[in-house]
Nanobody, 128 residues
């Protein structure tokens, strides 16, 4: 059974930092592309960042230079370090498998690998 669980959300002030974790079971993150997505109230879900099996990374323009995605194979986890956060970063953040990082880049997953696995999200609130 594949499970992904995002954690680490909370309340942070503008300009602050937060690290989100995506803990995975049922598959090895070193062999899969894992993406971070977010959905703000009243808005569509959007891709934030992705790391593939070769450790290549992609970022949405609105987080480039502020967020960093990384992976710890020993802990079978993927992280999203969020620095210089802004009020507009407020959202529920989710992690999911994302073959070839297609969903983060284009908004549509590559379903030739099957349906993506999604984890429950974690709420990030940026407010003073």
């Amino acid at each position: 059974d594949v499970q992904l669980q995002a954690s680490g959300g909370g309340l942070v002030q503008p300009g602050g930092s937060l690290r989100l974790s995506c803990t995975v079971s049922g598959l090895s993150v070193e062999n899969y592309a894992i993406g971070w997505f977010r959905q703000a109230p009243g808005k569509e879900r959007e891709g934030v960042s992705c790391i593939n099996a070769n450790s290549n990374t992609v970022y949405a323009d609105f987080v480039k230079g502020r967020f960093t995605i990384s992976r710890d194979n020993a802990k079978n986890s993927v992280y999203l370090q969020m620095n210089s956060v802004k009020v507009e970063d407020t959202a529920v953040y989710y992690c999911a498998t994302d073959p070839r990082c297609r969903a983060v880049v284009t908004g549509t997953p590559d379903r030739s690998y099957g349906e993506p696995y999604w984890g429950k999200g974690t709420l990030v609130t940026v407010s003073s």
